[in-house]
């Protein structure tokens, strides 16, 4: 018995490990002084502030844009690369299903200069557009492997199943893969939206003037002190996007369950 | 059959153009670069040379390479610890537990990893939480140098990378065999033979997946370094950045890159021999 309070108490202790520094981030955007260092009294001022801290607010609005049209473009070539490689014969593809996983394995700070470099061969201007490009160029992988895994053997049979009863190729893709891979998209697609948010090195090469991301805001003032009203971004923003993924978790679990 | 052509390329073209123009494309330019040198402006002047190459087996380049992999092996070690037991006492619990704890481990990646580090600071620094806490208690007298320094480094590494290693840990684990355990419990089996005759040859690629997740970022945060080290001890990553931003030398800052990327397909076939799938790989 006592055994079994220690084993789950170590699981807790990991859990208290991975929250940690997230929890004493939050605790501080309520605290009054503008420190972060000692807590003194409680206060929603800094949740006020943060809305008058115009670079905070566009560097917040930056990093949404990113992550959202990454992930909207990823997902969709994604989606689509999965299921063209996994039905179609053609040549190289060999080579593309092996050079598809140098995104996931490379550093990704080798990533972000070889994209850097090539920016600068092209003269492409480094801002917006540029971070949107990389992040697309990292995220590409995790949706293909993610759908990838909902494309199974069965499908083959619908798809059989579907021409021979005279459905087209598009309505065949629409009509009977995407439902089934749907799973794999959604999942893919949050995926590559959680690692825009989370990315760090290669906004770090890729952005330019004008196209501050949080991360890169954060890092620039983490020398000088940051500022509360960053605490109250984060909390805010992870409330927000918890919220959105757990009735996104529930939705999706509802809808397998009705299937069943 | 024209229809059907149309209908082929839409699917395959968009991952042809992005195979080589953000994966390909970008690795042969800097390994073009490599073999380039710089003018003292940052400009690049197209003449032959292997020196890059040459340079990183310098002293001071060496000795930080080897500390740099010294903190990311550490790192790897301690995630190993780590999740080695979580996923052993996780395994026996439902199913709904494990779906529950595998999602409760993403979670923090929602905040961005830099603003998580920068939590650290809060609680490592000398006047921070840790050594308060520490010193009210009377367990220290004086705060501790929990940051600026290599310790402070391998906190926020294993932090950071930790749920790399949880996954597929906890993964491999899950899928041993319960009865072959139970089996070979019957036959008095020790629970160290049973760890290193049943669990290890099972999970061996899964902590290998792990460990290939964890070790090579491990060398390339440089914000890691910057931020829980304070600039003193620099981490491969640290030299690459400064390569392209502060010394503008692309070429030797390029040649270092190709050399993280042999070492990381170097790493990704002893993976493969291992069993290790690639479609697996990054706690996928």
Same mark, same amino acid.
């Given at each position: 018995?006592?055994?079994?309070?220690?084993?789950?108490?170590?699981?807790?202790?990991?859990?208290?490990?991975?929250?940690?520094?997230?929890?004493?981030?939050?605790?501080?955007?309520?605290?009054?002084?503008?420190?972060?260092?000692?807590?003194?009294?409680?206060?929603?001022?800094?949740?006020?502030?943060?809305?008058?801290?115009?670079?905070?607010?566009?560097?917040?609005?930056?990093?949404?844009?990113?992550?959202?049209?990454?992930?909207?473009?990823?997902?969709?070539?994604? *989606?689509?690369?999965?299921?063209?490689?996994?039905?179609?014969?053609?040549?190289?593809?060999?080579?593309?299903?092996? &050079?598809?996983?140098?995104?996931?394995?490379?550093?990704?700070?080798?990533?972000?200069?070889?994209?850097?470099?090539?920016?600068?061969?092209?003269?492409?201007?480094?801002?917006?557009?540029?971070?949107?490009?990389?992040?697309?160029?990292?995220?590409?992988?995790?949706?293909?492997?993610?759908?990838?895994?909902?494309?199974?053997?069965?499908?083959?049979?619908?798809?059989?199943?579907?021409?021979?009863?005279?459905? +087209?190729?598009?309505?065949?893709?629409?009509?009977?893969?995407?439902?089934?891979?749907?799973?794999?998209?959604?999942?893919?697609?949050?995926?590559?939206?959680?690692? +825009?948010?989370?990315?760090?090195?290669?906004?770090?090469?890729?952005?330019?003037?004008? +196209?501050?991301?949080?991360?890169?805001?954060?890092?620039?003032?983490?020398?000088?002190?940051?500022?509360?009203?960053?605490?109250?971004?984060?909390?805010?923003?992870?409330?927000?996007? /918890?919220?959105?993924?757990?009735?996104?978790?529930?939705?999706?679990?509802?809808?397998?369950?009705?299937?069943? | 059959?024209?229809?059907?052509?149309?209908?082929?390329?839409?699917?395959?073209?968009?991952?042809?153009?992005?195979?080589?123009?953000?994966?390909?494309?970008?690795?042969?330019?800097?390994?073009?670069?490599?073999?380039?040198?710089?003018?003292?402006?940052?400009?690049?002047?197209?003449?032959?040379?292997?020196?890059?190459?040459?340079?990183? /087996?310098?002293?001071?380049?060496?000795?930080?390479?080897?500390?740099?992999?010294?903190?990311?092996?550490? *790192?790897?070690?301690?995630?190993?610890?780590?999740?080695?037991?979580?996923?052993?006492?996780?395994?026996?619990?439902?199913?709904?537990?494990?779906?529950? *704890?595998?999602?409760?481990?993403?979670?923090?990646?929602?905040?961005?990893?830099?603003?998580?580090?920068?939590?650290?600071?809060?609680?490592?620094?000398?006047?921070?939480?840790?050594?308060?806490?520490?010193?009210?208690?009377?367990?220290?007298?004086?705060?501790?140098?929990?940051?600026?320094?290599?310790?402070?480094?391998?906190?926020?590494?294993?932090? *950071?990378?930790?749920?790399?290693?949880?996954?597929?840990?906890?993964?491999?684990?899950?899928?041993?065999?319960?009865?072959?355990?139970?089996?070979?419990?019957? &036959?008095?089996?020790?629970?160290?033979?049973?760890?290193?005759?049943?669990?290890?040859?099972?999970?061996?690629?899964?902590?290998?997946?792990? +460990?290939?997740?964890?070790?090579?970022?491990?060398?390339?945060? /440089?914000?890691?370094?910057?931020?829980?080290?304070?600039?003193?001890?620099?981490?491969?990553?640290?030299?690459?950045?400064?390569?392209?931003?502060?010394?503008?030398?692309?070429?030797?800052?390029?040649?270092?890159?190709?050399?993280?990327?042999?070492?990381?397909?170097?790493?990704?076939?002893?993976?493969?021999?291992?069993?290790?799938?690639?479609?697996?790989?990054?706690?996928?």
């Amino acid at each position: 018995m006592k055994h079994k309070l220690l084993k789950n108490l170590f699981i807790l202790l990991v859990f208290f490990f991975l929250y940690l520094p997230i929890i004493v981030l939050i605790i501080y955007s309520f605290n009054s002084s503008s420190m972060n260092i000692l807590f003194e009294n409680f206060t929603f001022k800094w949740y006020i502030e943060l809305f008058k801290n115009n670079d905070l607010i566009m560097s917040f609005v930056n990093t949404l844009i990113v992550a959202l049209t990454s992930t909207i473009i990823s997902t969709i070539i994604g *989606t689509i690369s999965a299921y063209g490689l996994y039905k179609f014969d053609f040549p190289l593809k060999k080579l593309i299903n092996s &050079l598809i996983y140098i995104p996931i394995v490379i550093p990704e700070i080798v990533l972000g200069i070889s994209l850097l470099s090539i920016y600068t061969l092209m003269k492409l201007e480094l801002g917006m557009f540029t971070i949107i490009l990389s992040h697309i160029a990292f995220s590409i992988p995790f949706v293909i492997v993610s759908v990838r895994s909902a494309l199974s053997s069965e499908t083959v049979y619908y798809e059989e199943a579907a021409k021979d009863l005279g459905a +087209s190729n598009f309505k065949i893709f629409k009509d009977i893969i995407l439902p089934v891979i749907m799973p794999g998209v959604v999942s893919g697609a949050i995926l590559a939206f959680t690692l +825009s948010l989370d990315d760090v090195v290669i906004s770090y090469f890729t952005a330019g003037p004008g +196209s501050n991301t949080l991360p890169l805001y954060i890092y620039s003032m983490i020398k000088t002190g940051i500022t509360p009203d960053v605490n109250a971004l984060t909390t805010i923003m992870l409330t927000i996007t /918890f919220i959105t993924l757990t009735s996104i978790a529930v939705i999706q679990s509802r809808k397998i369950r009705k299937r069943i | 059959m024209k229809k059907n052509s149309g209908f082929k390329s839409f699917f395959i073209l968009p991952i042809i153009i992005y195979t080589f123009v953000l994966i390909l494309l970008p690795i042969i330019y800097i390994l073009f670069l490599s073999f380039c040198t710089s003018d003292s402006y940052g400009g690049i002047l197209y003449n032959f040379t292997l020196d890059n190459y040459l340079n990183i /087996f310098d002293m001071t380049y060496i000795k930080m390479l080897l500390k740099s992999s010294l903190i990311a092996l550490v *790192t790897t070690f301690i995630c190993i610890l780590i999740s080695y037991p979580f996923a052993l006492i996780l395994r026996n619990k439902s199913e709904h537990i494990k779906n529950l *704890t595998t999602k409760l481990i993403m979670v923090p990646f929602l905040t961005n990893s830099l603003i998580r580090t920068y939590g650290w600071i809060i609680l490592l620094r000398k006047n921070g939480i840790i050594n308060k806490f520490l010193t009210s208690l009377g367990i220290i007298a004086f705060p501790l140098n929990l940051m600026y320094n290599k310790l402070g480094i391998i906190i926020g590494m294993t932090y *950071t990378l930790l749920p790399f290693m949880l996954l597929p840990v906890c993964s491999a684990v899950f899928e041993i065999d319960k009865s072959l355990i139970e089996a070979a419990k019957d &036959l008095g089996a020790k629970p160290l033979q049973i760890f290193k005759n049943i669990i290890l040859p099972q999970t061996i690629s899964g902590v290998f997946n792990g +460990s290939l997740m964890v070790f090579i970022p491990a060398i390339g945060y /440089f914000f890691i370094a910057d931020i829980l080290g304070g600039g003193k001890t620099m981490i491969i990553g640290n030299l690459i950045k400064n390569q392209f931003l502060t010394a503008r030398n692309w070429p030797f800052g390029s040649a270092i890159a190709i050399f993280l990327i042999i070492i990381t397909f170097a790493l990704v076939k002893v993976y493969k021999k291992l069993g290790g799938k690639m479609e697996e790989l990054g706690g996928l």
